[in-house]
């Protein structure tokens, strides 16, 4: 079972960068998948970006490829989500999970995208 925190959200002008991060515990972070997920108000939640266990391959959402960018540190069970060219658009709760959204999830971190 792996258990996660986020965090790193903020407010942040439309442009502007944030970079978030998800600190899981247990000892088999490394073997699985991990995903960043969204939710904005009245949506699904949807899979923003996916990262291998090793960490060697990724991928991206059409709606964020080439100005997000997904990257792990399995030494330190923790995740990372470097966000730039926020959009307005971007703008909801985001969450780290397994790839399949298998285990517990967290709180979420909010990002909010001013224009």
């Known amino acids: 079972q792996v258990h996660v925190v986020e965090s790193g959200g903020g407010l942040v002008q439309a442009g502007g960068s944030l970079r978030l991060s998800c600190v899981a515990s247990?000892?088999?972070?490394?073997?699985?998948?991990m995903a960043w997920y969204r939710q904005a108000p009245g949506k699904r939640r949807e899979q923003v970006a996916r990262?291998?266990?090793?960490?060697?391959?990724?991928n991206y959402a059409d709606s964020v490829k080439g100005r997000f960018t997904i990257s792990r540190d399995n030494a330190k069970n923790t995740m990372y989500l470097q966000m730039n060219f926020l959009k307005p658009e971007d703008t909801a709760v985001y969450y780290c999970?397994?790839?399949?959204?298998?285990?517990?999830w967290g709180q979420g971190t909010q990002v909010t995208v001013s224009s």
């Open positions: 990262i291998s266990s090793g960490g060697r391959s990724t």
């Open positions: 999970n397994t790839w399949n959204g298998a285990q517990s």
């Open positions: 247990g000892t088999f972070f490394s073997m699985y998948d």
